[in-house]
């Protein structure tokens, strides 16, 4: 029957023939399973749900089906940017790692975190695999998750793709892949955690402590649960989202010594000591609790960390065909209380660092978080900035700056801030009144906005 632990057996065991030290041979199938280029926990925790998914095919023993085949989830940041994402550490360590064969049972394995199911970037040569398949070996497979598209550093590998599972703006490609679902929900975990259903009932599994172990329903409840404000009623939750999670909150109901409540729309919980607690035995609740403060608390991070830590680039064409970088970055924290700790010149000197490292375009700091009011009320709001590459003419960025101010899906106003230029880009700050558009509804408005620009470089490339 399906086993959760067998899987992450395999997959520790195998993801050995994919580093580049390895001199033994690879296996005959290899099907990477890429989350997007952000890697937060909703992108990190499909990656392994939909490598488990591939896992129970065709058959319901995973060795069986797992047999001269190597099923790999891949990080899409280096290993060292996991410093800078608390709360994805945290499901890793404790949800999503063999601890008995870990190094250090209080810490992730420091040496090539190779106690968590998963590769980072600098652990596989993505390219050197592609090239060997196109000498026609190994079979090479791959499949998205939290992404629809590749992004050009990657592009090598779209000719391998069959499977896609998703929940932002769908760019149409790949149609004819294997496995397609995009779908609008505030989680894509949500959606691969109803494949799995799916695919149990299908395979008539009665041993779901072992299928879905309460580790893994907890995993799976990580960013479901952070994605949708806790199940906020008319938030970003959608009724896969809520069906998903109150799936694995009935499994982990059914579990014989589960020490949560049910009712998990608690208020006013008890604040503990993050990882002193059983994890395995905490609620929703204090789940969601726990994990939104490691992701919120970014006074340890220097300001390009912070703008590091939940970054997206897209490389959108132009009305004439020009190649236009967008970057944006997603930080949990308010304008004004950024302001406190980097200043308006350093919060500059930052942005134009980072535009010229990454050679950016357009650049777009999305600022989110509450505000607590003199009467102790939490207020929840977005800030928007936006700044240009060196390359951008004066009439573009007014041209674009014009079109951002005047769509309603952000309402921007002007935040009471000065504006001001440094050598390489302008920076003009903006209060985003409409506070439900995420990156996620902002990135297709960008790139619509860019899409019909006739010319926005001084030069070309």
């Known amino acids: 029957m399906p086993s959760f632990k067998t899987f992450l057996s395999e997959v520790l065991r195998n993801q050995l023939l994919l ?241 949560f409540k049910s009712e998990h729309f608690i208020t006013n919980t008890k604040k503990k000591e993050i990882f002193e607690e059983d994890t395995l035995k905490i609620s929703p609740e204090e789940l969601y609790h726990n994990l939104s403060k490691l992701k919120s608390d970014i006074s340890q991070y220097s300001f390009l960390d912070i703008l590091n830590k939940d970054y997206k680039q897209l490389d959108v064409k132009d009305a004439s065909g020009n190649n236009v970088v967008l970057g944006i970055s997603s930080i949990p924290e308010r304008l004004q209380k950024l302001l406190t700790f980097h200043d308006v010149d350093g919060i500059k000197t930052g942005v134009d660092s980072f535009i010229s490292e990454l050679k950016l375009d357009l650049f777009v700091m999305m600022t989110h978080g509450t505000i607590v009011s003199p009467n102790s009320e939490k207020t929840f709001g977005r800030e928007f900035t936006i700044s240009f590459g060196p390359k951008i003419t004066t009439h573009t960025r007014e041209e674009i700056l014009e079109k951002v101010k005047s769509s309603p899906e952000l309402d921007l106003e002007n935040f009471p801030q000065n504006n001001g230029n440094t050598t390489n880009s302008e920076i003009t700050y903006f209060k985003q009144n409409c506070i439900a558009s995420s990156r996620k509804q902002v990135s297709p408005i960008l790139t619509s906005i860019i899409s019909h620009l006739k010319a926005y470089k001084t030069s070309p490339l």
Not at 69 to 79: A, D, L, S
Not at 148 to 158: R, S
Not at 223 to 245: Q, R, V, Y
């Open 19 to 259: 580093l580049p030290e390895n001199t033994l041979s690879l296996p005959k199938c290899i099907q990477l399973v890429i989350g997007n280029e952000s890697a937060d926990m909703d992108s990190i925790v499909s990656s392994v749900a939909l490598s488990y998914y591939l896992s129970l095919s065709p058959t319901p023993d995973i060795s069986k089906n797992m047999k001269g085949k190597c099923i790999i989830p891949i990080f899409n940041i280096p290993t060292c940017d996991l410093r800078l994402r608390a709360d994805c550490s945290y499901v890793l360590k404790n949800y999503l790692s063999l601890k008995d064969i870990s190094q250090d049972k209080n810490t992730l394995n420091e040496n090539k975190h190779l106690n968590i199911p998963g590769l980072f970037l600098d652990q596989i040569d993505l390219f050197k695999l592609a090239k060997k398949k196109q000498n026609n070996f190994p079979q090479l497979e791959v499949y998205l998750v939290d992404h629809n598209i590749l992004n050009k550093k990657h592009d090598f590998l779209n000719p391998f793709i069959k499977g896609i599972v998703d929940h932002h703006f769908d760019e149409k490609m790949h149609a004819d892949a294997n496995i397609r679902v995009v779908e609008p929900v505030g989680s894509c975990t949500s959606l691969i955690t109803l494949l799995l259903q799916k695919r149990l009932k299908e395979i008539n599994t009665t041993d779901y402590q072992n299928a879905i172990p309460r580790n893994l329903c907890m995993a799976l409840l990580a960013p479901i649960l952070m994605d949708t404000s806790n199940l906020k009623a008319n938030g970003k939750a959608k009724s896969a989202d809520i069906e998903a999670a109150n799936w694995l909150i009935s499994l982990l109901s059914k579990y014989e010594d589960a020490e």
